[in-house]
């Protein structure tokens, strides 16, 4: 099932266009993987889907409906629909494990501390909890930011260059994480210029000069 569709999005700057009429559908229980050379438009892609940055032209739909332009309604989209894991991990250096997983729900007014104890012992990092990102190994900061991006049970997740911070064996490890996630039934869209990542996948997407090539 389409979870959600992107229809002829274009990015336009002063200078560049980073995107050009792109169109692509992201299904559940699959792990999408766009592929592309430095420049070429994927990580722009990405901001597209994951409403962190707004078309020139185009849509974008949700389960079917299109995505308000208004920054507050796209916010609630992401908290509700969408999980992150961004390249450099993003945690909060003042802030222990358990406080940077449960992030993300601070305004969604439910109690989430059950399923991020869940997600820290799935994760193998329950005796890291109280320590801060400075304490921890790249491994495992790159485990708490997939345990945040998961704890408020989103329906796609997103990830940036989610290995490009770790050894192979860690790196793999990680892969195998987010193709449990999709076999679970989640939407997993991966950006990254890794062929090895290609064995995970569902389908790949390759993005080249702002176009899927």
């Known amino acids: ?22 169109s692509l559908k992201i299904k559940d229980k699959e792990l999408l993987l766009i592929r592309g050379p430095s420049g070429s438009g994927k ?9 962190l940055d707004l078309p020139s032209s185009g849509k974008v739909l949700i389960r079917g409906k299109p995505v308000s332009k208004d920054e507050s309604e796209r ?10 894991i961004f390249q450099d991990f993003g945690l909060i250096s003042s802030l222990n494990t358990i406080d ?4 993300p729900t601070i305004f969604s007014g439910k109690n989430y501390e059950e399923r991020a104890h869940k997600l820290v012992r799935l994760l193998s990092i329950e005796k890291r909890i ?8 790249g491994g495992e900061k790159q485990r708490v930011a997939i345990a945040r991006s998961l704890v408020n049970n989103p329906q796609i997740l997103f990830a940036d260059e989610p290995t490009g911070n770790l050894d192979s064996k860690t790196g793999a490890q990680v892969m195998d994480m987010l193709r449990g996630v999709a076999d679970e039934g989640k ?5 990254s210029h890794n062929p090895e990542h290609e064995k995970y996948s569902d389908r790949v997407v390759k993005v080249k000069d702002g176009e899927i090539i």
Do not use: C, D, W
């Open 43 to 51: 990580s722009t892609l990405l901001n597209m889907a994951g409403l």
């Open 75 to 84: 916010a609630k989209l992401r908290s509700e629909v969408m999980g992150f």
């Open 187 to 191: 939407a997993v869209v991966v950006v």
């Open 130 to 137: 109280k320590h801060y990102p400075n304490q921890l190994s």
């Open 1 to 22: 099932m389409i979870v959600e569709e992107l229809v002829k999005v274009s990015k336009v700057y002063p200078m560049i266009t980073a995107l050009s009429k792109v």
């Open 100 to 103: 940077n997983i449960l992030l």
